[in-house]
């Protein structure tokens, strides 16, 4: 008897340091949904030629569950991706949180300091001269990550906008309650049910105890993902041991970036706001607006 094939229903599309793994904690702990272990399972950029088959193979455990997905925060930097998801659901639902664009790019920036790059590296150098940094093109896409209006409008003109649900970062840091419930909504799931980390930090600020064994951990990580094990990724980077292990609190607070450098990364960016704004139907957070 061959097994059920089961599909996603719902797909995270994007951003990137924007919240999502506190929204797949949520969604894992949420009795009518289905993440499988594997946060971001990349099929549709970067593992698209292992077939159908065996992507739905990541999803055999939403058998009777409503929302079946799963996130992967890097979907909206390519077009051709809304297409290869359209081919496999017309009607999937897409989730994206927004995170104002130059704390967004702050974090990436430590992200980067933590996992491969030199100590040594200012936040303006890294995001205006990133080429000399990157070690392939994938990475070199870094200041697109933030480039919402040209990520997000490819799956405008190939979904409904009833299938398409934006929200903002800066709503799950003030109101995480009406947050999380606005997800369950649009996944048609309960949206009384309050997970445990509701008011938790999920994947917080961190410095890595030794750089070399971190690297070397995120090096691995990329070689796993690439033979197609995101799921035992997914399962050894929420083991509280091993995090312990690799990383720590930063001792000092995150720099305040200086006004000059503020400036020139939110003038890189502020020019399609407004464009944005009229394709998601919303009206950005104010404090999007920097000066």
């Not at 058998?63 to 999937?92: R, T």
């Not at 997000?152 to 309650?177: H, M, S």
């Amino acid at each position: 008897m061959n097994p059920i094939k089961i599909s996603p229903n719902f797909l995270y599309i994007g951003a990137s340091k924007a919240g999502s793994s506190w929204i797949f904690e949520c969604l894992k702990e949420h009795p009518d949904a289905f993440v499988p272990p594997a946060k971001d399972v990349h099929f549709f950029h970067l593992h698209y030629e292992k077939g159908v088959a065996w992507y739905q193979g990541f999803f055999k455990g939403g058998k009777d569950k409503k929302a079946v997905g799963e996130l992967s925060h890097d979907y909206f930097l390519f077009e051709e991706v809304a297409d290869k998801i359209k081919a496999l659901n017309p009607d999937m639902k897409l989730l994206v949180s927004l995170r104002e664009p130059v704390d967004k790019m702050l974090s990436n920036y430590h992200y980067a300091k933590r996992t491969y790059l030199k100590e040594e590296v200012s936040f303006e150098d890294f995001f205006f001269h990133h080429e000399r940094y990157q070690k392939n093109h994938y990475q070199n896409m870094h200041k697109e990550t933030a480039n919402y209006y040209q990520n997000l409008r490819p799956f405008y003109e190939r979904f409904p906008k009833e299938n398409i649900l934006v929200v903002f970062f800066d709503d799950l840091k003030t109101q995480p309650e009406k947050f999380i419930q606005s997800i369950y909504q649009f996944l048609e799931i309960d949206e009384a049910f309050v997970p445990s980390v509701l008011h938790t930090k999920v994947n917080p600020q961190q410095k890595a105890r030794f750089s070399i064994v971190a690297r070397l951990a995120y090096s691995t990580a990329s070689v796993l993902r690439g033979l197609g094990l995101a799921n035992v990724v997914g399962a050894v980077k929420r083991n509280a041991f091993f995090e312990k292990m690799l990383y720590q609190k930063p001792k000092e607070k995150t720099s305040v970036l200086e006004e000059d450098v503020r400036r020139k990364v939110y003038d890189y960016y502020v020019g399609d706001y407004n464009k944005l704004s009229a394709l998601i139907g919303r009206d950005l957070p104010s404090g999007w607006y920097l000066f």
